[in-house]
């Protein structure tokens, strides 16, 4: 696992401007959720990609470098 805080720090110590991805590997639907509407299934698939993006944002506070 990635130890987010100290990726962050390095980032910030090393004062790295560069443009951020968010690069996702896990799937977005769990068993099931393909066979619900397409709505739901966007539904969900922004949730979890809100909750990694927020994330994100809140590190780049956390260290000042947004």
């Known amino acids: ?9 390095t980032l910030k110590e090393l004062n790295i401007k560069a443009p951020l991805t968010l690069h996702i590997e896990y799937s ?3 068993k099931g959720e393909d066979k619900l509407s397409l709505p739901r299934q966007k539904e969900i698939i922004t949730g979890k990609l809100k909750k990694d993006f927020d994330f994100i944002k809140e590190h780049l506070r956390k260290y000042q470098l947004h």
């Open 1 to 9: 696992m990635v130890d987010w805080d100290l990726y962050f720090q």
């Open 28 to 30: 977005l639907l769990e």
